[in-house]
T-cell receptor, first 115, second 114 residues
Framework: AAGVIQSPRHLIKEKRETATLKCYPI?????VYWYQQGPGQDPQFLIS???????DKGSIPDRFSAQQFSDYHSELNMSSLELGDSALYFC??????????????FGEGSRLTVL | AQTVTQSQPEMSVQEAETVTLSCTYD???????LFWYKQPPSRQMILVIR??????QNATENRFSVNFQKAAKSFSLKISDSQLGDAAMYFC???????????FGQGTTLQVKP
């Protein structure tokens, strides 16, 4: 079965640079979520989209932005990168009317290292 | 604000034995869902089991079961007949209503000894 695809899997950037992460949800899933997991930490919710509209927002820095496109894939854009942005970024998807609320399917994550 | 607490940073269990991972949460909401996610070294978060707060019956998925004590706000995970492949970080998570905005606990690293 198709899973959530994230790219790139690994990314190394310098401070103050910009990074873009991509997420391709499971086919027919209409909701995408982004989470950030720092080293040794639990995942923190950043932002979510339902049917290409932002549906919820968490602890996402103003330097970050995200959107969901017409094909339902999503991109997380991070600018003016800081050392503290080094983390594993997870994308997850779900189907709003699946009958199983809150059940998310996660991608394998994109590891961002800021030097 | 809702919080999730896992007080066991690490646990170990012998292969084929049973282990219980603890989780407590705090909320004033009545409509919520609780989850256990597994994160093996490959890093991908995998849903293990899910519990609706309005259901009194404890969820069960094969060797995995929960003990959901709503009044005590406790949600423990029992793994029976532990297998080497169960070794991973386990996160307890909470979501309000039908959102996918999960609030995770700190995680418990489970070691399975052969």
């Amino acid at each position: 079965a198709a899973g959530v695809i994230q790219s790139p899997r690994h990314l190394i950037k310098e401070k103050r640079e910009t990074a873009t992460l991509k997420c391709y949800p499971i086919p027919r899933h209409d909701t995408v979520y982004w989470y950030q997991q720092g080293p040794g930490q639990d995942p923190q919710f950043l932002i979510s989209f339902y049917e290409k509209m932002q549906s919820d927002k968490g602890s996402i820095p103003d330097r970050f932005s995200a959107q969901q496109f017409s094909d339902y894939h999503s991109e997380l854009n991070m600018s003016s990168l800081e050392l503290g942005d080094s983390a594993l970024y997870f994308c997850a998807s779900s189907l709003a009317l699946s009958g199983r609320p809150g059940e998310l399917f996660f991608g394998e994550g994109s590891r961002l290292t800021v030097l | 604000a809702q919080t999730v607490t896992q007080s066991q940073p690490e646990m170990s269990v012998q292969e084929a034995e049973t282990v219980t991972l603890s989780c407590t949460y705090d909320t004033s909401e009545s409509d919520y869902y609780l989850f256990w996610y597994k994160q093996p070294p490959s890093r991908q978060m995998i849903l293990v089991i899910r519990q609706e707060a309005y259901k009194q019956q404890n969820a069960t998925e094969n060797r995995f079961s929960v003990n959901f004590q709503k009044a005590a706000k406790s949600f423990s995970l029992k793994i029976s007949d532990s297998q080497l492949g169960d070794a991973a970080m386990y996160f307890c998570a909470y979501s309000s209503g039908n959102t996918g905005k999960l609030i995770f606990g700190q995680g418990t690293t489970l070691q399975v000894k052969p």
